[in-house]
């Protein structure tokens, strides 16, 4: 089942990853 879908999903998460690390910055 490898589509596009793969890439669209490891950008999602990538960048969930960066928010997530950025995040903590912002919030008490």
Do not use: K
């Given at each position: 089942?490898?589509?596009?879908?793969?890439?669209?999903?490891?950008?999602?998460?990538t960048l969930?990853?960066?928010?997530?690390?950025?995040?903590?910055?912002?919030?008490?």
């Open positions: 089942m490898v589509s596009t879908n793969a890439s669209t999903e490891n950008t999602s998460i969930l990853l960066y928010l997530y690390q950025i995040q903590p910055q912002f919030s008490p």
